[in-house]
């Protein structure tokens, strides 16, 4: 028996449905990652919640994983209110400067391992670029930190850290997101 022919559907709203229908799954998938029951709760809780079970995984995990999964989500944007995940790659192993400000007057506050997580609360364009060689320009992470006393030891960025600091931006990939968090506005 011959499949009928639907002369009267719109099949371009057909696959344009049949996308978002993917997208939302998808975006479902992404937003109730499987964590081990270790997260509970809804809302903004639940998202740090899950936000700190992916950067806790992320030492243990190579760098090039690292940087495919700024590829992997793309199209997710960060969840909840911030701060949120990414991590120290492309340094080579000597870590990341974190510094009081993203200006060429800034001071060193520390600094971060490789493969360590940064909670990231807002990104910011500056004319300072300590690196031009790399043709990047000059974006700049505020991140969660835990002090804001000069010297170069390596320390931890917490999600709750009282303090922030700034770190350059081509040093940090996002995880479980695609980085575009907001703009901190004029220094």
């Known amino acids: 028996m011959p499949i009928p022919r639907l002369k009267n559907w719109n099949w371009n ?5 049949a996308a978002i229908a993917g997208l939302v799954v998808g975006t479902a998938a992404v937003c109730s990652r499987d ?6 709760g809804s809302g903004n809780a639940r998202v740090r919640c899950e936000y700190r079970v992916i950067a ?3 030492a243990q995990r190579d760098e090039s994983e690292l940087l495919n999964d700024r590829r992997k989500y793309a199209n997710v944007d960060p969840h909840g209110s911030g701060p949120w995940p990414f991590v120290v790659v492309r340094d080579h192993g000597i870590g990341l ?6 200006l060429a007057d800034g001071e060193q506050i520390g600094g971060l391992s490789s493969r360590h997580t940064a909670w990231v609360a807002c990104q910011r364009h ?22 804001v006393t000069p010297g170069t030891d390596l320390r931890e960025s917490g999600y709750s850290d009282k303090y922030t600091g700034w770190a350059f931006g081509y040093y940090l990939t996002p995880l479980g997101q695609n980085g575009d968090v907001p703009d901190c506005g004029a220094p």
């Open 13 to 17: 709203m057909v696959a344009a449905l």
């Open 35 to 40: 964590t081990g029951n270790k997260c509970s």
């Open 97 to 102: 400067k974190v510094r009081t400000t993203p």
């Open 126 to 147: 500056t004319d300072f670029d300590p690196e031009p060689s790399l043709e990047t320009g000059a974006l700049w992470y505020q991140l969660r930190w835990p002090s």
């Open 56 to 58: 806790g995984d992320a």
